[in-house]
Nanobody
Framework: QVQLVESGGGLVQAGGSLRLSCEASGRTFSRYVMGWFRQAPGKEREFVAVILWSGGSTDYADSVKGRFTVSRDNAKNTVYLQMNSLKPEDTAVYYC???????????????????WGQGTQVTVSS
């Protein structure tokens, strides 16, 4: 049973930084892809970033490119989302997600992911 547990959310002023963590358990994740998504009040869930456990290839939404960095620690089975230069529009519940990596699939599509964490709230004040 795959379990994903996020942590690291909180309240920060605009321009500040936060680092989210997603600890994964229950499986060997070397062939998995890990995604970060977010959902703001009244909006649909949207893609933020993704990383492949094997090789560490990454992809980012245009809205966070250059400000957010996704990384993983294989020894700790943990994926991180470093968020810098935060803006009020980054306010949302952030979720990590996991699924097996299949070549050709759209990794930005949330429907692809079978496993989800409980979410962590990020609030950026202006």
């Amino acid at each position: 049973q795959v379990q994903l547990v996020e942590s690291g959310g909180g309240l920060v002023q605009a321009g500040g930084s936060l680092r989210l963590s997603c600890e994964a358990s229950g499986r060997t994740f070397s062939r998995y892809v890990m995604g970060w998504f977010r959902q703001a009040p009244g909006k649909e869930r949207e893609f933020v970033a993704v990383i492949l456990w094997s090789g560490g290839s990454t992809d980012y939404a245009d809205s966070v490119k250059g400000r957010f960095t996704v990384s993983r620690d294989n020894a700790k089975n943990t994926v991180y989302l470093q968020m810098n230069s935060l803006k009020p529009e980054d306010t949302a519940v952030y979720y990590c997600a996991a699924d097996r990596y299949v070549i050709g699939q759209n990794l930005r599509e949330d429907a692809k992911y079978d496993y989800w964490g409980q979410g962590t709230q990020v609030t950026v004040s202006s």
